[in-house]
């Protein structure tokens, strides 16, 4: 059997498509936004940075990047999404820290 084959009988299964009508699923995929906005605004001047709320979120998904590998099943999807918002506030920390302080 093909890779391809197998791939796509995967797809068609009966598991996939409850994973995909899950929380499991889409409350990581709607929590990419939280990400995705803080990449957007690295772009943007360091003077609208709010240092208690990049801070705060930064703190937030760090907690939830630790759910994400407790939680049984573990949630992959929901790790990435999260390890990825910590990476994009401590690069806003930084930017916040520079601006302000030095």
Not at 15 to 42: C, K, N
Not at 73 to 80: M, T
């Amino acid at each position: 059997m093909s890779l391809g084959k197998k791939l796509i009988d995967q797809l068609k299964s009966k598991e996939f498509r409850q994973y995909l009508m899950s929380t499991h699923f889409w409350g990581p995929v709607t929590t990419w936004t939280f990400p995705a906005a803080a990449i957007a605004d690295t772009q943007k001047h360091p003077s609208i940075i709010s240092g208690k709320m990049t801070l705060a979120l930064a703190i937030y998904s760090s907690c939830f990047c630790r759910f994400a590998l407790k939680v049984n099943p573990r949630n992959l999807l929901l790790f990435g999404c999260h390890f990825t918002n910590v990476t994009a506030q401590i690069i806003q920390g930084v930017r916040f820290v520079k601006y302000h302080y030095l």
